[in-house]
């Protein structure tokens, strides 16, 4: 009795379920109207197509399997299929879809490779033998009819979109369009052999080939379950597509609202692929390349971003980075200030107000010229990309002088002073640097996110959002420098204040000797994190209100960078992994755990 029903809420509703419990800290209002869209585009689409098949009785429902009411004659448990299938599935293609920075695919649009072309085009016309097929094969009643209709009806829609989007369907990982089609399609053979076995629905003998894939699963019910998974993945990736174009190219779409309108995704269709900024995209390959290596907390944060504040984070990061190594690879004293004085003519260029009547066009070349006259060419990107309309000044300067103060430990001059060599003398220095190389960091990331969520937030919650940063800046930077006791030495540096050596009977020669000997050490660096961890607790308060689309990946950026404090602080064994190096890092698994946790607390 009511069978259908119950397959739903045996099978399609408890996966759903699961399904919106995994994606839901990482879903926001785009997904919410992608999938919408779709599941209305799927409904439509299918309604007629359905109805023709039952009236054909090419399916048929016992009426004790069926709750009763119909649609078209379509039972109100199947009209449901249509829905369920489609949010399951893109669900999937979702979560799967969440680590990709769909931008960097845009390249293929405009130069593919001669593969991708030839795939296409082999694509195109294979579906379109398919749709001819299909349709001689639906037309007179024999075995091959409910094969026929499948592809008759299925495959136009998959070679439009294939026409629309192959390219780039082409150009992403694997695991986010082979693993979206087929885990749902797994499961749902599954479920459907089960109810062809109990006979909670049935196919008309002498409309299909009396050929299972497995069990009672008739091919044709198996290609129906694998077509329907492929357009709404393929679906899913137009979408991705459109929005990459307006998210990627900013002179193309000046202003980008928190959500892109329906016209906007219009326009991005209609944009001719040879207005597209490819250095842009190779500018932002850069960037995340940058990013994956130097930082693995953050890079994966940064995937629980959306839109152009993602893409803009990571542009700040590359900028940050590059600086960072530009002065750190510097050969002596006097390469360190050149690096340093370039850097700050860079934002001179950008933010002093020479002439207010310059033409921007004129202004963006000039500092172009400049960029590529004074760096090395693989800065240039990094530079030109820079976010400068958005992000104030006072950080960025301040952060240049952050890099020039590392630059001390390595060069100062022929003297032998202690405080020349070592520029952190006392918890106000040691304070000042933190602020200059992370808390400036995080007072740029605020400024993004204000500009891409919430450009109207009143000026008192700005500010204090911008000290909570600053302050969990600095918390983050001093549980990088308890980590990285010993690496620090082995480079010659000691960032531990010499007010604290002095109390505890240490010289910094001591320090860099023995960075993993004496116990006193082991208790200053539990200092550095008791301090690491009250800024911590000032701090995460006032993380609430960040713009809920942001505050969650910002969240879980800080809690999986504290998390290396809190193993430190713990020392289990298994807990800390100590590279060759000697940076202690997380484990994967309790980073992701982690992350997780950050996640679902929002």
Known sequence: MYDYAFVHLKFTIPLAVLFTAIVYPVLNRIHVIQTGCLIFIAFTTALPWDAYLIEQKVWSYPPEAIVGPRLLGIPFEELFFFVIQTYITALVYILFNKPVLHALHLNTQRNPP???????????????????????????SQETTYLGLILVWACPFLLAIWTLA?????????FATVLPVFLPTFYLW????????RGTWSIGSGTKLEYCLFGKLDIEEATFFLVTNMLIVSGMAVFDQYLAVIYAFPTLFPKVNRYPTPLMLV????????????????????????????SRSFYLANSLFSGRLRI?????????????????????????????????HFLDLHYSDLDATEDPKQKSERIDAYIKEAFPPFAYQALHLLPTHILPPKPLYELIKGFEMDSQFTFHGNSDSTDLKYPIADDKDLETYAIRVA????ELCIALIIHHCLPDMSDSQKRRLESAACRMGIALQYVNIARDIIVDARIGRVYLPTIWLKEEGLTHKAVLDNPEGPEVIEKMRRRLLDNAFELYREARPEMQQIPSEARVPMIGAVENYMEIGRVLREKKVGQVFVREEG??????QRRFMTLLRALYEQ
């Open 114 to 140: 001669a593969w991708m072309r030839v795939t296409k085009v082999t694509g195109q016309l294979i579906l379109v033998a398919l749709s001819v097929w299909g349709w001689k094969a639906a037309q007179v």
């Open 166 to 174: 192959g390219r780039f369907i082409l150009s992403l990982p694997w």
């Open 439 to 442: 808390g400036t960091v995080g």
């Open 312 to 344: 803009d984070l990571i542009l700040l990061y590359s900028f940050c980075r590059l600086a960072d190594d530009l002065v750190d690879d510097a050969k002596s004293r006097l390469e360190v200030l050149s690096w340093t004085a370039k850097l700050n």
């Open 267 to 294: 326009q991005s269709r209609l944009v001719n692929t040879a207005k597209y900024d490819l250095e842009r995209t190779e500018g932002l390959r850069e960037g995340v390349e940058r990013l994956r290596l130097k």
């Open 190 to 197: 599954a479920v459907d052999e089960l109810a062809l076995h």
């Open 583 to 588: 940076r202690a890092t997380v484990p994967k």
